[in-house]
């Protein structure tokens, strides 16, 4: 009898250890299919991140750029088109990277397309960071990008119109064929300030890390059909230094007239070094005078070098006002303006103002700015990733 019940419970014994081994075996399976599924899909990932950031060819010159959703890839064809063949009639400007046309896509929608012809590495490098960081900013105050362009050496960049161009083109009308004073009143000039101030302020504070432009100038602030401003043109935009009071070192670029006297020196770049060119702007603003202007009498050529010891006098601050902004102004608002702008063009970079502190100043000076809480970003504190150094160093 108890050797009946020895043998039962050998057999059971058994069981469950064959049980248990199938058990195990069966978990093993599972966990190697699952293993396998993951690799495949991890290097399908890695692939398709590399084509993206190669280019299929594996270089530069079929550029697959990496954007947020919502950025249109357009064929040559459909741009072709939009332009009237990229028509003469249809140029509404030239810049560095080349000339920018107006269009009208086929559902409707106002365009202006950039059509790079600059060859080479570099425009290459600019058309990519101005593509893939625009598609990841969203501001009010910054030029909305639509969609691109990459068909071999074909590069074409989309953007919302902006039906009143580039505020120097306001500024300065005399030196275009419209001649004459500009017509830009104060009112205009305060808001256009404030919204520019908001686009730098979006990008160095809003966004992590900081964005620095590199390139602010009069001509990279455009004008809606309401004369409302955006900042505009990313091509040279770095990311700046998590660390407070950090810096990046990078080749010096920009535009002459614009850039921080510590940046062109050292190469040393901060977000300070946009307040700087900021500033310049603002003494556009104020001045109606560009900022190097070789036509004038010794002393005068320089905006800044001019400007500065009148900026904070207040008997010979209204000797720089643009004279077409006669009998528009009150004192008290030039006072201020033209002491934001001397704190922003200070030679020590660490005593310039943040972007925060000059868009707090502005704003009780402007009548009829679009409220802050229009500031729809979809995009505040968020990151970006370091990728985008490499393209630009
Ligand atoms: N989105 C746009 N809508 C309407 N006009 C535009 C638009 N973008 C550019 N323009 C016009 O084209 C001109 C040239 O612009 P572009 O950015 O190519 O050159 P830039 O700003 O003068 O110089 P840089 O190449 O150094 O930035 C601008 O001054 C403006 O008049
Ligand atoms: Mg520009």
Redesign the pocket.
């Known amino acids: 009898m108890e050797e009946g019940d020895e043998r039962r419970k050998e057999a059971i014994v058994l069981v469950v250890i064959v049980v248990l081994a199938c058990l195990a075996l069966v978990s093993l399976l599972v966990a190697f299919s699952y293993y396998c599924y993951i690799t495949n899909k991890l290097s399908k990932r890695l692939k398709s991140s590399k084509r993206s950031d190669f280019g299929e060819k594996g270089g530069l010159s079929n550029i697959q750029v990496a954007t947020e959703k919502g950025i249109q890839v357009f064929t040559f064809k459909q741009l072709h088109s939009a332009t009237g063949g990229f028509g003469k009639s249809y140029v509404?400007?030239?810049?560095?990277?080349?000339s920018?046309y107006?269009g009208v896509l086929p559902d409707g929608r106002k365009i202006?397309v950039?059509l790079m012809d600059r060859a080479g590495k570099q425009g290459e490098e600019e058309f990519k960071m101005e593509v893939e960081l625009l598609s990841r900013l969203r501001s009010p105050y910054l030029?909305a990008l639509l969609g691109y362009c990459s068909e071999s050496d074909r590069k074409l960049i989309v953007?919302?119109?902006?039906?009143n161009?580039?505020l120097?083109?306001h500024l300065y009308p005399d030196r275009g064929s419209n001649g004459g004073a500009s017509k830009l009143d104060w009112e205009t000039r305060l808001r256009i300030a404030l919204e520019a101030a908001k686009g730098l302020e979006y990008l160095h504070e809003h966004v992590s890390p900081p964005v620095i432009h590199r390139?602010f100038?009069s001509?990279?602030i455009?004008l809606d059909k309401n004369f409302h401003a955006k900042v505009?043109?990313f091509g040279l935009a770095k990311l700046g230094s998590d660390k407070a009071g950090g810096h990046v070192s990078t080749r010096v670029l920009g535009?002459q007239g614009y850039v921080a006297p510590e940046y062109a020196l050292t190469g040393h770049l901060t977000t300070k070094s946009d307040v700087y060119s900021y500033g310049i702007v603002l003494l556009e603003l104020l001045t109606g005078r560009i900022p190097v202007d070789t036509q004038r009498p010794s002393g005068e050529s320089v905006l800044v070098s001019w400007a500065l010891p009148r900026l904070t006098d207040r008997e010979k601050v209204v000797e720089i006002m643009d004279p077409a902004l006669e009998g528009q102004y009150s004192m008290k608002e030039v006072v201020q303006v033209a002491a934001i702008a001397a704190m922003c063009v200070q030679m020590e970079s660490e005593y310039r103002p943040l972007m925060a502190d000059v868009v707090q100043s502005l704003v009780p000076l402007v009548k009829h700015h679009r409220p802050t809480s229009t500031v729809g970003s979809s995009f505040h504190k968020s990151p970006i990733s370091h990728e985008y150094d490499k393209h630009t160093s």
């Open positions: 509404v400007g030239h810049g560095g990277f080349g920018v107006r202006a950039k030029l953007y919302e119109f902006m039906a161009g580039g120097q083109e390139d100038k001509s990279n455009l505009s043109d535009t």
